[in-house]
């Protein structure tokens, strides 16, 4: 029956819902006009969270999917630099008063590509415009293997809270068929420099269903990563669209893992971090219990954005930089995706934002109920239609898929809850699917990376 359920649903290219509705229902309709609109009506009582896209690196690796560019010289990224600078203060510009800042997070490419001066005028430039305190909480992403000691020292100096490092694999024949050598050596190191610089939390980025990887390669990658005792793991399983990005097809499709050999990776893979000691978040976090997503979730507060699961309570987020996603109350924008286009747009003295997402009061409610199937495998689907003003009805009623998923026992409904069963929690993304207006009512399928 598992294998079943395996081959009938794990074949389907869904949304990792990291976002209700997912990119690919943003439209220009929402424009540059738009965001200036929502930024003037964000709530100056009520904290915000940053995020700065760095899209960069020195080298590309086969499996990404990030939007990303590989440069050898600086000047593209002097460049680039000049013009994030001028977003921030575009942005700052229309808010009423510098906005409380809860988190600030810088993802890439590889944000530490720029050097640590770089780095510090950046984080300067954002203290400058916006309200951080000393409860605010800074993350950024590591490429370990270009980590330098004044890089480690600079995170150090603007006390970076939580670093998270690329793992991936330290399968030398996986590391080979996917362009990414990085030795075991080479990710201690690093994670010891963070140590010393004061870095208190450090995540490791694992994935499987890559070229020639094996169940047991999985479990001595992870075996590896323990003995560095990371306070948090993200586990991804890689999406192969070389349709969508063409260095994926440097990658032979021939050597990747069919969906169940990828099935059992990664419950190989959780067993192992569970065993550890790590508490299983969501379909794709671990972390140690007394970290902040542990917590989160034991308390029902466990929350889902487009870094994954966090406990980033803030329902305003402020993207910088190209393809950056915000979220304010009135819905999502997304800045042009090149970074060329992205400077000649901010270069112009406007918005980079090139589509998005205004956000209707359904949308609000099933955002909320695919969030907390997403974070705790179940939703009190009456209590939260209430909540937003909805009769559960227009989430039950004629819903075929969720009956079907009933009906092949991946789920029980009972008194309007719907909860998945405990060892079928990895279809989580069908159930959540259930629930996706815009994938029920089109006929498009969604690309694994959305």
Known sequence: MQSALVVKYGEERLPRYTSYPTTPCFSPRVDASTYDDWLTAIPTEKAASLYVHIPFCHSMCWYCGCHTKVTRGDQPILTYLQMLQEEMCLVSAKTKTPLNIDQLHFGGGTPTIIGPEKLLGLIGLLKANFDFTGSSQLALEIDPRTLEEEMAAALGEAEVHRASIGVQTFDPVVQKAINRAQSEEQTMEAVSRLRQAGVVSINFDLIYGLPHQTVDSCIETTRIAIEMRPERFAVFGYAHVPSFKKHQLLINEGALPNTE???????????????????????DHFALPEDSLAVAQANGQLRRNFQGYTSDPCETLIGFGASAIGRMAGGYVQNEALPGHYAQRIASGNFAVMKGHRLSDEDRLRASVIERLMCDFQADIPALAAEHGFDPGILLDHNDRLTMLERDGVLEKAGGIVRLRKKKQFLIRAVASAFDSYLLQSARTYSKTA
Do not use: D, M, N, P
């Open 261 to 283: 050999s990828r099935v059992a990776q990664a419950e190989a893979i959780a067993e192992y971090l569970i065993a550890a000691g790590y508490r299983r978040i969501g379909i």
